[in-house]
């Protein structure tokens, strides 16, 4: 139901434009910075996913006719031909190192889904349990899962970090809807983001008009809460339309909280600006941690398309049927990252968006109790 939703929202307002193609970024010490490992006993995975995608091939070939296909893809963009300047270079990620570096932030976003008050009294089902009320302090929350999404800033004492979740899109709120829907590119906000002046920086309209109406208050809960609690750190996370709004999170607090460390992890993002936003962000978040997860055939990683202009920046850690793969540079191509699974994710990934993503962890209203 939800990615249905946002397919038809983000279908309803193509227009031709013209890809401007991705730049290369410097991948060196990006898998550390996740992982917090080192990289030079890391393996390829190319060929380890090789009959995984023919598999995924035959399954889409089952969806959708021929013809279906050619029209989608004239609609769409194909990912696979949106550039010439791409690689399909992957690194393997063991499942002790997933576990490691993701599931603290899949808890929080969890329960940004979940009602404000179940979450302030640790009331709110699985995703509370799996946090252990022990280990947070839940400092503030706000949203009203419309056109403002809930969000939750919490202490974890486990990591001394300040961690900021963001709801997702809720398909039962046609206000929550529509924070999506507005998906023209819009200059960035140099109020918000000063560094980003005069980079020719766009994002998508909806999801900065959204982020714009937490944002001072987000901010200035963060900077009292590093203060009275003395963690060093701050941790943005979000699935979905969260994703988007935890990216321009962080994107703000490198600019305003100095010597600050900085950790972005998210779950099912959609794109969220041009080409000069990938570049900007990967410039702003290369001394912190950036990842967003991608989950199989989840079609919203590939929304908006490229052919309006949108970009991802670095970053992606892919799950698959063949196991989980960092995917080097921007729009990666290989057939074991998102952009490699092609139509299928338009097609037969629906349900991949919500998960489960790893050790069983999925998102939504419905993962709450209340």
């Known amino acids: ?46 060929e380890d996913s090789s009959g995984f995608f023919d598999g995924l091939l035959d399954k889409a070939e089952d969806a959708v006719s021929e013809d279906a296909s050619d029209l989608l893809k004239g609609i769409l963009g194909d990912d696979d031909s949106a ?8 690194v393997s990620v063991s ?8 599931s603290r932030p899949a808890f929080f976003s969890r329960i940004a889904y979940c009602s404000s008050a179940s979450v302030e009294s640790f009331s709110c089902g699985a995703p509370c349990d799996a946090l252990e009320a022990e280990s947070v ?9 419309g056109t403002i999404p809930k969000f939750v ?25 529509l ?35 937490t944002a001072s208050t987000i901010l200035s809960t963060v900077k009292s809460a590093l203060s009275s609690t003395g963690a060093d750190s701050v941790v943005l996370t979000g699935h979905s339309l969260g994703s988007a709004l935890a990216m321009l999170d962080a994107l703000m607090f490198n600019d305003a909280l100095a010597n600050v460390s900085i950790q972005t992890t998210t779950f099912g993002s ?33 929304l908006p398309p490229i052919v309006l202009d ?33 139509l299928l994710a338009i097609t037969d990934g629906v349900g991949d968006h919500l998960g489960p993503y790893f050790d069983g962890i999925s998102f939504g209203l419905g993962e709450c109790s209340a």
């Open 1 to 46: 139901m939800l990615t249905s939703t946002l397919l038809f929202v983000f279908l309803f307002q193509l227009f031709a434009a013209v890809r401007t193609a991705p730049v290369p970024f410097d991948f060196g010490g990006h898998l550390n910075n996740i992982f917090g490992g080192e990289d030079d006993n890391s393996s390829t995975n190319d």
């Open 270 to 302: 959609p794109r969220v600006g041009n080409q000069a936003f990938a570049d900007f962000a990967d410039t702003s978040l290369s001394s912190g941690v950036f990842a967003r997860m991608t989950n199989k055939a989840d079609p919203v990683p590939h």
């Open 179 to 213: 924070n999506d829907a507005d998906l023209v590119l819009t200059p960035i906000d140099t109020e918000s983001f000063p560094s980003a002046a005069g980079k020719g920086i766009e994002v998508h309209s909806g999801f900065l008009e959204t982020f714009s109406r």
């Open 83 to 90: 550039s010439s300047n791409t690689t399909t270079s992957t």
């Open 310 to 342: 949108f970009v991802h920046p670095q970053g992606e850690v892919h799950l698959g049927d063949a196991g989980a793969v960092l995917c080097e540079r921007q729009e990666n191509k290989s057939e074991a990252c998102a952009d490699g699974e092609g």
């Open 153 to 177: 800033i919490a202490h974890d004492k486990s990591t001394n970090s300040i961690v900021v979740a963001h709801q997702g899109t809720d398909p039962e709120n046609i206000l929550s809807i």
């Open 95 to 102: 499942s002790t190192d997933l576990t490691a570096a993701f």
């Open 137 to 145: 302090d839940i400092l503030a929350t706000g949203g009203d899962g």
